[in-house]
């Protein structure tokens, strides 16, 4: 009989009390043991759940208290040097200082994990002296059997995973380090066995991407190593997010259990399995579930996939799970009563997935009537959101259908772009501008919750966003910028303001999922056509502009930002939705034109975030995602001058797909990469307008203009002044007002001191 299996289920709760209980203890209104209550509460009512629906093999050691990374690097006594750390226990101050800093020491790095909007803390290996200081897993068992009576399976971060994603050891060290934590991952599988444990899941995700040849000599020594130590143990060695290289010997690795990603990874985990099969003497863990979608399953289909896996693998031998973690889904469906029925009806959520992969093991086990029912009710669910209006819009898919055919050209290239700019704008050289947004101080927030509650009228509040405009106008010339915004006051986020306003979008009530530590993200879901129905900015960039004879930006969030922060559909490719936004968005572009405004900013921020795992899959993306963009701008007149933004330093290795993008100036961070992009334009260079971050606006500090022209005469050693744009990183949102001024008076200031002393020059 195949079994039922989840790889992880969200910690956050269905009303996000996981991060109460956080945010309560951090600001002191919850002792200790109080949150330790809490969460164990949390934790207990998540296994509940999933014995309830009846799961075969529940994860334990999933939850955390911040990240999962986190955990691992505690549990191992891996604490930066900079906390003073002398080994033993980690208590919460400790664990929380090194997540989110304390007033001695800056917290640790934090990234995205894999191709996820999940971003765990970096480990630092320098200085660290590994010890085990709990048995993480073995705690979680334990509690989940003597609460439940649950035999849970535990989960842990494989090593050469956590060593791989770990920072602050050279490529050669890589060896030494798994040697040094070798013993220590063989204390708590030696820990767990003694226990009566017959399983564990080892996460190793890194085999999807970044692994050589080498690394497979280094699992065979680790995986060897681990077997012999605790033989009684059975190990899942566990990936997901895409197909694994090296199947084949991967799957001959001394473990007793192979989990492979039929989702995510689905074509290539299935030409591997078809080709090489599946050695006889192993699980076969296949997820089939997937952990990362909101949608329902086709179960028939899945069933089909499950039927062709019975003929390589016994069922006995196979397990049915979730692709990945649930984590990154939503609670529940339950909660959203105010979605469209078409598309609540065709939604799964981390609780839905339970069920699903409750059903399709009864069906696979050679199911029964209601099985069969379910299959059927799950199918026309799907059918009927397929049918609907909402996804056939036909007038925008005959649209889309022909602009997308045509090479999405502006109708004069840059240089000639640049001169009849030039020749309207009179810029002065290095302009000034900034990001977009100004301070969302709380007043903003409050008066956005007052008409939101429907307390203030459409008027009062259009009053209120053109008070805040006036004010900054004022401000941006006073201070001396050349290039203005009307500062975003009336958007909460960038992506929703847009979707609230385009069709094809949906937004739940509680569809939380984590981000980070206690940040959690809500993204909408474009489950339909994307189609433009009336203008979304120019009300607020009109008033603006009136305002002032210096051009204002209309300020725009680009097609593929909007898609990789939300969910969207699958009936289509992503390369579909993207055009269908940018066919919209251009016509954002358009009616801000025809209001009067010539410059108009696109942002893409996120364009890096859809990149695929895999290197080969690459090109491909960054192509239509690029051509997207310009789908969105390629209409504007040359006397229009197209901006864009970007933010989040990894952005070096794009550099051609960025120029590609035929953006006039672009905006992009470098101030917290230390230069690093800056050292790609010695390599390329680039040759359209581009602003170069000055400062991090991502801390309360006024930076020196010092600091600032520092900067400049870094970038101009390498860019061509001509082209020189003066901006801060980002948009200034989540500063305060005084520092915000304050920190612009500098930036012109350091302007100022640059243009004379390069004036001779351009
Ligand atoms: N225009 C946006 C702002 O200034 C850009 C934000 C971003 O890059 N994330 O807020
Ligand atoms: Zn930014």
């Keep these: 009989m195949a079994k039922s299996s989840v790889l ?47 799961i075969d093999i529940i994860p334990v050691g999933d939850f955390s208290h911040y990240d999962q990374v986190l955990d691992t690097a505690t549990m191992f006594g891996i604490v930066p040097a900079r906390f003073g750390y002398g080994g033993g226990p980690v208590r919460p101050s400790l664990y929380y200082g090194i997540a989110r800093g304390t007033k001695e020491a800056a917290a640790s790095e934090m990234t995205k994990w894999f191709n996820t909007n ?43 995973t956590f060593v791989k994603l770990s920072k602050g050891y050279k490529t050669s060290e890589i060896d030494a380090w798994i040697d040094r934590l070798l013993p220590l991952y063989i204390q708590v599988l030696a820990e767990l066995a003694q226990e009566g444990v017959a399983w564990v899941q080892i996460d190793e995700p890194v085999l999807v991407t970044h692994v050589n040849e080498e690394d497979i000599v280094r699992l065979n020594r680790i995986y060897g190593e681990l077997a012999s130590a605790v033989p009684s143990l059975s190990i899942m060695l566990q990936t997901y997010f895409e197909s694994v290289e090296y199947y084949g010997d991967i799957v001959a690795l001394p473990v007793a259990g192979i989990g492979l990603d039929f989702v995510h990874g689905l074509e290539g985990n299935l030409a ?68 469209p029925a078409e598309l609540r009806n065709a939604l799964a959520f981390a609780d839905e997935k339970l069920v699903e992969l409750v059903v399709l093991t009864k069906a696979v086990n ?52 640049h001169a009849e700019q030039q020749a309207k704008w009179q810029l002065p050289v290095f302009p000034t501008t900034t990001i977009g947004s100004f301070p969302q101080t709380a007043e903003v927030r409050k008066a956005r919750q007052s008409w939101r509650k429907g307390e203030w009228n459409n008027k009062q509040y259009e009053s209120f966003i053109h008070d805040q405009i006036d004010v900054w106008i004022g401000l941006q010339e006073e201070i001396g910028l050349d290039v203005l915004v009307h500062g975003e006051f009336e958007r909460t986020d960038m992506v929703e303001f847009f979707g609230e306003k385009l069709a094809g979008f949906a937004f739940t009530q509680f569809g939380w999922v984590q981000s980070y530590g206690s940040r959690c993200v809500k993204p909408p879901i474009i489950y ?26 209309g300020m725009l969030t680009g097609p593929i930002t909007i898609m990789n922060w939300s969910f969207v559909r699958e009936d289509i490719s992503r390369e579909q939705i993207a055009y269908q936004l940018a066919y919209a968005l251009r016509q954002e572009v358009e009616a801000l034109e025809s209001a009067g405004i010539g410059m108009i900013q696109v942002d893409e921020p996120a364009v890096r975030e859809g990149l695929p795992l895999k290197q080969k899959d690459q090109a491909q993306y960054l192509d239509w995602a690029v051509k997207a963009f310009r789908m969105t701008t390629c209409t504007a007149q040359p006397t229009t001058q197209i901006h864009t933004h970007m933010c989040y330093c990894e952005f070096h290795d794009m550099i051609d797909s960025i120029e590609a993008m035929d953006a006039d100036v672009i905006s992009i961070e470098t101030s917290r990469s230390h230069g690093e992009l800056i050292h790609s334009f010695e390599e390329n260079t680039y040759g359209l307008g581009i ?65 004379d002393k390069y004036a001779v020059n351009v």
Excluded at 23 to 51: C, S, V
Excluded at 528 to 538: K, P, S, Y
Aim: charged letters at 30%.
């Design 8 to 54: 992880g289920y969200p910690r956050i709760g269905g009303n996000r009390e996981w991060k109460k209980a956080l945010e309560g203890f951090w600001a002191g209104k919850l002792t200790e043991e109080a949150f330790e209550n809490e969460l164990r509460d949390i934790r207990i009512g998540h296994w509940r759940k999933q014995q309830e629906q009846g």
């Design 118 to 160: 999940y971003h765990y803390i970096v480990p630092e290996f320098d200085g660290a002296q590994p010890s085990l200081t709990e048995n993480k897993p073995l705690l979680a068992y334990r509690e989940a059997k003597e609460a439940l009576g649950i035999e849970g399976r535990p989960v842990l971060i494989g090593p050469l």
């Design 272 to 339: 591997a399995i078809r080709q090489h099969g599946f050695p006889a003497d192993k699980v076969l863990g296949a997820g089939i579930i997937d952990g990362r979608g909101i949608w329902k399953a086709q179960l028939r289909e899945k069933l089909a996939l499950v039927g062709e896996l019975e003929e390589i693998v016994a069922s006995d031998r196979l397990i049915v799970q979730t692709s990945c973690s649930l984590l990154h889904v939503p609670v529940t469906v339950q909660s959203e009563t105010k979605l």
């Design 366 to 417: 050679g199911g029964v009537l209601s099985v069969e029912q379910e299959l059927g009710v799950s199918e026309r669910d799907i059918e009927t959101l397929h049918r609907s209006d909402a996804r056939n819009r036909t007038t925008v898919r005959a649209a889309v259908d022909a602009i997308s055919v045509r090479e999405p050209n502006r109708s004069k290239p840059f240089a000639e772009r």
């Design 528 to 553: 339909g056509d994307v189609a433009f129905e009336e203008a979304m900015t120019v009300e607020e960039t009109r008033y603006a502009q009136a305002k002032t004879s210096r051009p204002v930006k």
């Design 691 to 755: 602003g170069l971050g000055v400062y991090d606006i991502h801390s309360p500090r006024v930076p020196s203009v010092d600091e600032m022209t520092g900067m400049i005469d870094r970038a101009l050693r390498v860019l061509d002044p001509k082209l020189f744009w003066i901006n801060p990183d980002c948009g200034l949102k989540t500063r305060g007002l005084e520092e915000t001024v304050a920190s612009l008076r500098n930036m012109v200031e350091a302007t100022r001191i640059s243009r």
